[in-house]
């Protein structure tokens, strides 16, 4: 059907009366059905959460006074400091990058620009890896000191050891200020260099415009950038491990596979659920805070001409984003790759091929499962809003700020119960055990990424449909198609953009997943973030390298549409 033909304006029907058909018959499915579903998407999320509660409280306590004495406290310390010293890093980076690529102009602004992104396509267990290779003792920097200098061992000298909490800031912040970068461009390109040129015609120099004008017009994208860092922090397993800083999510995992208690692990759950509940607060109040801080249009951004900058400021503008990426992408790209190349004969090894192939199988079925739960949460918004349905789209969205080490417990717990009382009915009814029919499968796994990566597939549906007029449904159903129809022959094939884009970007975060994956994976089953991450730990990163590239490779992806729509908007 024509779009042209289900415009609100070419129908000769009046307002008030097509709204009040569309009101009463919604736009799509039956409303009692449709809210169903939507609840059911949220009690997916939840189930976990409501586990990991269950599971602490009624483990007992003969673990929690060794927690609470030796584990909680140092493990809360680290955590808060490492999240802080990132948060404060990765802010550094990415306001003062785009705050340049937005108000100069400067030699490759416009590709600097666009690979500040980069980043983004690197996990930050790979970008651990890369810096311990580049950086330890026997590697390429300290070898080059000790030649130039004629040191013969490491007591001739002092060099930071990557292996702590420093080396830890340095691997997130490079790899997570695209958060902030991303979040503060758009909204210095939208109002701040328009309200920074007025406040230079009043006699405001740079430094002082920035500082009084364009900083704090930008607070609430830096909040929501932050937020997603911090989340992002508290989620990391790999390379925190790696470089030996115990945090609140390393000490989940070493008490429930090291000590064996998995009410302990869910207690230290319990505790990190309050990092995440405060954090996502901060989220909500400074997106609720960031609507009425832009009312500049897209289309208006290219009016505002950029200071075009001179001598020696020129290139040290040039110098100061080219450095994020060279530590965020750069570095971590070039070390796994340059193993890589040596090693192109592990690309047809049965040990990747397998990893491969259960990467993908999981990736795969999370991305469909993510869909089909994100479009029912989407298309019950659009269908008409209730205290439902708006409930379940905000418990939905509760499952990307919790940890994957979080998440792990919270499903492991009902899905074992599950298998337990299946293999318990059969035995009794049929004399037959049916074994761990999910527990001993990637089923854990899947169901893990779809409660964290829900939102993300659910955002993206909903904006999709964001773009949708609502005249479309009505004018369809003025025509004399049935909800169903509507759904099919409208809506579905003008989301099909959304769908795709949504199913792309949960498959490639599904397949760099470790946290989740480390936990749940039955045994003989590698992904190829597992196979990685079990290389690294016997100190084999370059065996790693080749399933490494791998993830890079496909994280780019979505990376490069993103810096594309950048360059079109610059």
Request: glycine content about 8%; aromatic content about 10%.
């Amino acid at each position: 059907m024509s779009i042209a033909l289900l415009r609100m304006e070419d129908l000769h029907f009046t307002t008030k009366t097509l709204r009040q058909r569309y009101a009463r018959s919604g736009t799509g499915l039956h409303h009692p059905l449709l809210t169903g579903w939507a609840g059911l998407a949220s009690i997916v999320v939840l189930m976990p959460i409501l586990s990991i509660a269950w599971l602490a409280i009624s483990g007992g306590s003969a673990d929690w006074p060794h927690l609470i004495e030796n584990v909680v406290p140092r493990a809360t310390g680290r955590t808060l400091l490492l999240v802080l010293f990132t948060c404060t890093a990765s802010a550094i980076i990415g306001i003062l990058a785009a705050w340049l690529v937005a108000t100069y102009e400067f030699p490759l602004r416009r590709i600097l620009s666009a690979a500040l992104v980069l980043p983004l396509a690197i996990p930050a267990y790979l970008s651990a890896y890369a810096f311990g290779e580049l950086l330890t003792f026997a590697g390429p920097v300290q070898g080059l000191v000790r030649s130039l200098f004629g040191f013969q061992t490491s007591r001739d000298y002092w060099f930071p050891d990557v292996r702590s909490l420093g080396g830890a800031v340095l691997v997130l912040s490079s790899v997570l200020y695209p958060y902030v970068y991303l979040a503060c461009r758009s909204m210095f390109l939208m109002q701040g260099r328009a309200a920074a040129d007025v406040a230079r015609t009043l006699g405001a120099g740079p430094v002082r415009v920035f500082f009084r004008v364009q900083l704090p017009m930008a607070r609430p994208a830096i909040m929501i950038g932050l937020t997603l860092v911090a989340m992002e922090t508290l989620n990391d397993i790999g390379a925190v491990e790696f470089l030996g800083v115990q945090t609140l999510t390393f000490s989940i995992f070493n008490t429930w596979l090291n000590r064996g208690s998995l009410a302990g692990a869910a207690q230290i759950a319990c505790v990190m659920l309050v990092f995440v509940i405060a954090l996502m607060m901060i989220e909500r109040a400074a997106r609720r805070r960031q609507r009425f801080a832009s009312q500049k249009t897209t289309a208006a951004i290219h009016d505002v001409a950029r200071l075009k900058l001179s001598g020696w400021k020129k290139w040290a503008a040039t110098a100061a984003c080219f450095v994020p990426i060279l530590s965020g992408f750069a570095v971590p790209f070039l070390v796994l790759g340059d193993y890589a190349m040596r090693r192109l004969d592990q690309f047809l090894a049965p040990r990747l091929l397998s990893a491969l192939a259960n990467s993908v199988l999981v990736s795969g079925l999370t991305a469909l499962a993510t869909v089909l739960l994100g479009f029912v949460l989407a298309y019950a918004a659009r269908s008409g809003r209730s205290r439902i349905t708006d409930i379940a789209a905000r418990l939905a969205s509760f499952g990307y700020g919790v940890p994957g080490t979080v998440l792990a417990i919270g499903v492991l717990f009902p899905i074992a119960a599950l298998d337990n009382a299946i293999d318990a009915q059969m035995r009794a009814f049929f004399g037959i055990s049916t074994g761990l029919l999910m527990t001993g499968t990637g089923f854990a796994i899947v169901y893990a990424c779809t409660v964290r990566f829900l939102t993300m597939a659910e955002g993206t549906l909903e904006a999709g449909f964001q773009k949708l007029s609502p005249h479309l449904d009505m004018a369809a159903r003025a025509l004399g198609r049935t909800s169903g129809q509507t759904l099919r022959s409208v809506l579905l094939p003008m989301m099909r953009p959304a769908v795709l884009t949504a199913a792309l970007l949960v498959f490639i975060e599904t397949m760099k997943e470790l946290s989740a994956t480390i936990m749940l994976r039955p045994f003989n089953f590698n992904t190829l973030a597992t196979l990685v991450y079990e290389d690294a730990s016997r100190a084999r990163v370059e065996d790693a390298s080749v399933a490494a590239m791998i993830i890079v490779i496909a994280g780019m992806v979505p990376v490069i549409l993103v810096s594309r729509s950048l360059e079109r908007r610059t």
